[in-house]
C-alpha cells in the first residue's frame, strides 16, 4: 500500500473513534471529492448487491466542479 505512514496513524485514530462495523476512513482534498468519492462507494456497494443501476443523479441546483466525476459526465 502506497501512502504516508503519518496518513495511516491518523486514519487508525479516526476510526477507533467511530462505531464498531466503521472502520474505513478516506481523506479527500475537499468538500466536492468528498461527496465525489461517497457516491461513488454508494453505488459500488448497490452494483454489488445487484441493486439498481450506474446511472449517478445529481440536481441541476448543485454547484458541481471540475474536479468531481459527476461533472465529467
Do not use: Q, W
Not at 503519518?6 to 481523506?27: I, S
Amino acid at each position: 500500500m502506497r501512502g504516508h505512514p503519518g496518513a495511516f496513524a491518523l486514519a487508525d485514530g479516526v476510526a477507533a473513534l467511530t462505531p464498531p462495523g466503521l472502520d474505513h476512513v478516506f481523506f479527500c482534498n475537499s468538500g466536492s471529492e468528498a461527496v465525489d468519492t461517497a457516491m461513488k462507494i454508494a453505488l459500488a456497494y448497490h452494483l454489488a448487491r445487484n441493486e439498481g443501476s450506474e446511472a449517478i443523479s445529481c440536481p441541476a441546483s448543485a454547484p458541481i466542479t471540475a474536479s468531481t466525476s459527476a461533472a465529467r459526465r
